[in-house]
Nanobody, 129 residues
Framework: VQLQASGGGLVQAGDSLRLSCAVS????????MGWFRQAPGKEREFVAA????????YYSDSVKGRFTISRDNAKNTVYLQMNSLKLEDTAVYYC???????????????????????WGQGTLVTVSS
């Protein structure tokens, strides 16, 4: 099982960036997919999640209205479109897969890192002023 995150980079505040996470070695269409991030000196935190059909999405309050999670089950890929980036969005972003979630797992469940069995290696996003 491999989750390959990509798309990170150095951008200025207010810019946009799209992260991708390509999944191989498992039935992607069955997984709840999530994005988490870890800023320097801080614990990893939930960013967004999407149900296996894409019909339900969940966001942390800090990114709601600016970030959009989506998935393409035909391409085994989940995306995170990040707009209006802020300095505090600087972090390593990780994608993760939960094969056990029900279809509409809800925000409380989807934001718990312990539910995710598979993790990508992370991609660094740096937002400068």
């Amino acid at each position: 099982v491999q989750l390959q995150a990509s798309g990170g980079g150095l951008v200025q505040a207010g810019d946009s960036l799209r992260l991708s996470c390509a999944v191989s070695g498992r039935r992607f269409s069955r997984d709840l997919m999530g994005w988490f991030r870890q800023a320097p000196g801080k614990e990893r935190e939930f960013v967004a999640a999407i149900s296996r059909t894409g019909g339900s999405t969940y966001y942390s309050d800090s990114v709601k209205g600016r970030f959009t999670i989506s998935r393409d089950n035909a391409k085994n890929t989940v995306y995170l479109q990040m707009n209006s980036l802020k300095l505090e969005d600087t972090a390593v972003y990780y994608c993760a897969a939960d094969p056990n979630a029900v279809l509409s797992a809800g925000l409380s469940y989807s934001s718990e890192q312990g539910h995710y069995d598979y993790w990508g290696q992370g991609t660094l996003v740096t937002v400068s002023s």
